[in-house]
């Protein structure tokens, strides 16, 4: 048979879950407001950890997950992450480019780079599909594809010429 609990321990989680969730929506509107569309590595394990730390904190009792302890995690991950950003915008782009990597060029002038294509895991229907979603039908309408470090596909349509 399942044990309910108590009115008080539901009322513990429900207290102990909002009070992490503020203190952590604090922390992050501190850090800094992205779209969710511009996550990068960081980010993603950001969301991770964070997701980790406050998950035990809110259906735990006192006993077994202090709460002072998680937001010691919460706060320690989100000043990590901020440090690790602040030196990588603040020292040459050797820093940068080994925390977040860069970019990589999948078509370059109308000619598909096989290579980079492999290299970013990415096969020639994939690629194809993509260039029909922006409604490009062919590789040569590009001056440049590339995969960006947040994930995200640009495109450079290739200018038009018009002829009399």
Avoid at 41 to 67: C, F, H, N, Q, T
Avoid at 106 to 116: A, C, D, Q, S, T
């Amino acid at each position: 048979m399942i044990q309910l609990p108590g009115a008080h321990e539901i009322l513990d989680v429900v207290a102990r879950t909002i009070g992490i969730f503020f203190f952590t929506y604090l922390l992050i509107r501190i850090r800094g407001n992205k779209q969710l569309s511009q996550l990068n590595l960081l980010d993603a394990l950001l969301v991770i950890a964070l997701g980790s730390a406050l998950g035990d904190v809110m259906i735990y009792s006192e006993k077994e997950v202090s709460i002072v302890r998680a937001m010691t995690a919460i706060a320690t991950i989100v000043v990590t992450i901020y440090l690790i950003e602040f030196i990588a915008s603040h020292t040459p782009r050797g820093v940068s480019k080994a925390l977040y990597g860069e970019p990589i060029t999948l078509v370059k002038n109308g000619k598909v780079i096989r290579e980079n294509l492999i290299k970013a895991h990415f096969t020639d229907d994939q690629l194809k599909a993509l260039l029909r979603t922006n409604n490009l039908r062919y590789y040569s309408q590009c001056t440049l594809v590339q995969l960006e470090t947040n994930g995200e596909i640009s495109i450079v349509r290739k200018k038009e010429t018009r002829t009399k």
